[in-house]
């Protein structure tokens, strides 16, 4: 604990007027625009100190013209994939991107045509199945088991669902809504199967670093060289050290021919340019920002066992398995009997704003999405407003 006082993460911060999506669509989003706003997946953290010094440093100089990617920034990328998850990470398997869902659009758009399928688990972050249809592909849902314990994969029984003209297969790993970590033996499962039906695997780990403690993350491509070979990972300091909107991500792939699609359709879009304030933020981020992080997990932790104490004491009925990564709770209501519409309006009634489940897909209909990535004392004013709600 003793790292975490050495950071602020108690401290409100105004975030309205920002051009904040979380805070200044409320009105857009809720109907009202004084709902506590539990929605959006990034933190009302400030980022890193060493981050926010390096974007001031890039400042200082006058001019902001386009920009190559530095070795630098590919470097640490490998530097910190290897030193947070063990996977040897070659910088040439690089490719920056501006944001990581551009990124999956181009590599959907890379690597299957019009037309065919893309298998997604589901429920899960809604672009992950969006964007195949948005782009003329035809997106097979893949349903995860919801148990006590959280959501599983069920490789075995999503053998069946595939077509042969089934071309990717998305991931999201760590799970988003879920919070699950998925297991070396799932990741296994998973990875013999799209090996059997010659899937290449787009893994969204966007949430890599946000993992607590008794569980580990591994990135699908590191586990064998067969998968590598077939895998593309996305991801993107974002989340990990709340710089989204510096919209600046990458993909790591290992095979010279997929990431010569890749490459291909990222200049078709002419995607190759790097965002400068992003790269800064990246590099100071993967190089300086390890002690931050270790201290965030530990504030998010406090926040996660607080919200669920709170919650299996005065609203028994909502089931919430502890999340093992990311700062979302999947709050299960199917118990209190409302619809999706009544349960929505329930908490906005009760100034609350969150994501309904619905947003991700079949499997999502009578749950709510909560972000706790907030001050611990907003958090136990929203919990205050929710406890009543759903009791």
């Known amino acids: 604990m003793g790292a975490a006082l050495t950071y602020d993460f108690d401290t409100p911060i105004d975030r309205s007027h920002t051009h904040s999506v979380k805070y200044d669509r409320r009105q857009a989003k809720f109907g009202r625009a004084d709902v506590l706003p539990l929605w959006v997946a990034d933190m009302d953290f400030a980022a890193p100190e060493c981050v926010r010094q390096a974007l001031a440093a890039r400042t200082a100089h006058p001019i902001y013209g386009y920009t190559v990617t530095p070795r630098a920034a590919v470097e640490a990328i490998a530097d910190w994939q290897l030193a947070r998850h063990g996977w040897q990470v070659e910088p040439d398997w690089v490719l920056i991107g501006p944001g990581l869902l551009p990124l999956l659009a181009v590599c959907i758009e890379a690597l299957s045509r019009p037309g065919e399928a893309v298998a997604v688990p589901t429920p899960v972050y809604n672009p992950l199945f969006e964007g195949p249809e948005r782009l003329g592909r035809r997106v097979i849902r893949l349903p995860l088991l919801q148990g006590p314990d959280g959501q599983r994969m069920d490789a075995d029984a999503w053998e069946g669902a595939l077509t042969p003209d089934t071309r990717l297969l998305l991931l999201c790993s760590p799970h988003n809504p879920g919070g699950r970590v998925w297991r070396r033996d ?87 340019g790097a965002n400068l304030m992003g790269i800064a933020a990246l590099t100071a981020a993967y190089r300086q920002g390890a002690p931050w992080l270790a201290a965030l997990l530990d504030y998010l932790a406090g926040n996660r066992d607080l919200a669920l104490a709170v919650l299996a004491e005065r609203a028994p009925r909502v089931v919430c398995p502890p999340p093992e990564s990311t700062y979302l709770l999947w709050l299960d209501c199917r118990a209190l009997g409302m619809s999706d519409a009544e349960l929505r309006l329930r908490l906005i009634d009760a100034g609350l704003g969150l994501s309904p489940g619905t947003q991700f897909g079949p499997g999502g209909s009578g749950f709510m999405r909560l972000n706790y990535a907030l001050p611990r004392a907003v958090l136990r004013a929203a919990l205050e407003r929710l406890v009543p709600a759903l009791s």
């Open 186 to 272: 799932e990741l296994e499962r998973l990875g013999a199967l799209c090996l059997r039906h010659e899937l290449i695997v787009l893994s969204d780990e966007i949430h890599a670093d946000l993992v607590y403690p008794g569980h580990r993350h591994l990135p699908l491509a590191s586990l064998t060289p067969e998968l590598a070979a077939r895998s593309v990972t996305l991801n993107s300091p974002g989340k990990t050290f709340n710089i989204a909107g510096l919209n600046t991500a990458y993909a790591i792939v290992p095979d010279p021919g997929l990431r010569e699609r890749v490459l291909a359709a990222m200049q078709a879009h002419w995607f190759e």
